[in-house]
């Protein structure tokens, strides 16, 4: 079962890394994780600016700091995941790569916001519900 683990560094996303390991056994023997970031490009003047090593370092730089928290976690309870990072929007990104590698499942940490907010600021949640064909299991 590949099994795609979105990140974002936040204290969600280390709730969906510890659903994960508890529930680990209920996914398959050995799953194939994808510990995913996806990181909002820089704007076209900023990245005009500088050179693509630099940005490609940024990056990295940023991606490996947002796993940081969710690779720790795995490690430390032995479970292998592979680690990801893209450079797009964040909700059709997930979507997409999840499609690509034939993935049968997202997990992802919701940040719970109402409605209202969620309808304003939109919803990395939302946006790979609605752009996805792979099954989600969203922690709160």
């Known amino acids: ?3 795609v ?6 204290k969600y ?5 510890k659903y994960l390991i508890t529930h680990l056994a209920d996914f398959s023997a050995n799953p194939d994780i994808h510990l995913l970031y996806v990181q909002q490009p ?4 900023a990245a005009a600016a500088v050179s693509r090593n630099v940005l490609r370092r940024y ?9 940081a928290s969710a690779a720790q976690m795995l490690k430390a309870k032995g479970i292998r995941f592979k680690e990801v990072h893209l450079v797009g929007e964040p909700g059709t990104s997930i979507a997409a790569y999840a499609g690509r590698k034939k993935c049968s499942l997202i997990i992802m940490g919701s940040h719970g916001q109402g ?3 969620s309808f304003v600021l939109g ?3 939302r946006k790979v519900l609605a752009s996805c064909s792979v ?3 969203i922690i709160r």
Not at 5 to 10: K, M, N, Q
Not at 13 to 17: K, L
């Open 1 to 3: 079962m590949k099994i």
């Open 5 to 10: 683990l979105a990140a974002d560094g936040s």
């Open 13 to 17: 996303t280390r709730r969906a890394v």
């Open 42 to 45: 820089v704007p076209g003047r």
């Open 59 to 67: 990056y990295l730089e940023e991606s490996r700091e947002a796993l």
């Open 115 to 117: 409605a209202i907010s």
């Open 123 to 125: 919803s990395v949640v």
């Open 135 to 137: 099954p989600v299991l």
